[in-house]
Structures are given as structure tokens and as C-alpha cells.
């Protein structure tokens, strides 16, 4: 079972950026097997898909929302995987989560993802 570790949440004033990273470990199978996606979910909210990437880095699916501003990447070698989120918003203020999946699928579904980590706080606010 693979198990993630997020990182890099904080306060942000609105128009920044952060970098967010989402760390692997603990699957005897090849990193570059799995889809990762990044999720986040609001007070009161549920948990929505904003992007995900598959194992080869070679295809990626993005929430309409965040096209233009957030994007991902992956490091397969250091089992890493990173949301470079830019012009951030009040309303991104929520809890990020990364999520894996071992086949590839264009779907940003919460339900087709496990292996959550848990969760790291980004709150925009000035």
C-alpha cells in the first residue's frame, strides 16, 4: 500500500504562490505506476479534484477552476509530487490532499484515488 505525505501548505496573502508537495513511500511496486492527484476540500465542503498526472508524467487533468493558475509535476526519482499553485484566491483557502491510483483514468473523481495523505492547510487571506 502506497502511503503520502503533504507538505508545503501555509498562510498565503492573495496573489501568491505556494508549492506543494506530495511525498511517496512504503509500495513495492514502481513509483511510475501510479496516478497522483491533488484534491482539496473547504469547511462544510466536499473534497473536489483539481488536477491529476499520470505515471509518466505524460498526461495531465485539470478542474476547469484551475487551469491557468495551478499546475502539477512529478519526480519520479524521488517518489515527489508537486502543485504549483500562482495568483492564489481567498477561496483556495482549504485543506490539500494528495491521492493515488494504480491505473490512469482522465477521471478527477475523489472515489477513484486512496492512499490519501493527510492533508496539508493553505489559507489566502491578507
Known amino acids: 500500500q502506497l502511503q503520502l505525505v503533504e507538505s508545503g501548505g501555509g498562510l498565503v496573502q492573495p496573489g501568491g504562490s505556494l508549492r506543494l508537495s506530495c511525498a511517496a513511500s512504503?509500495?513495492?511496486?514502481?513509483?511510475?505506476?501510479?496516478?497522483i492527484g491533488w484534491f482539496r476540500q473547504a469547511p462544510g465542503k466536499e473534497r473536489e479534484g483539481l488536477l491529476s498526472?499520470?505515471?509518466?508524467?505524460?498526461?495531465?487533468n485539470f478542474a476547469n477552476g484551475v487551469r491557468g493558475r495551478f499546475s502539477i509535476s512529478r519526480d519520479n526519482g524521488k517518489k515527489t509530487v508537486y502543485l504549483q499553485m500562482n495568483n492564489l484566491k481567498p477561496e483556495d483557502t482549504a485543506i490539500y490532499y494528495c491521492?493515488?491510483?494504480?491505473?490512469?483514468?482522465?477521471?478527477?473523481?475523489?472515489?477513484?484515488?486512496?492512499?490519501w495523505g493527510q492533508g496539508t492547510q493553505v489559507t489566502v487571506s491578507s
Open positions: 491521492g493515488a491510483r494504480r491505473y490512469s483514468s482522465t477521471s478527477l473523481s475523489p472515489d477513484t484515488f486512496g492512499s
Open positions: 512504503g509500495s513495492a511496486e514502481n513509483f511510475e505506476y501510479y496516478d
Open positions: 498526472l499520470s505515471g509518466s508524467g505524460l498526461s495531465q
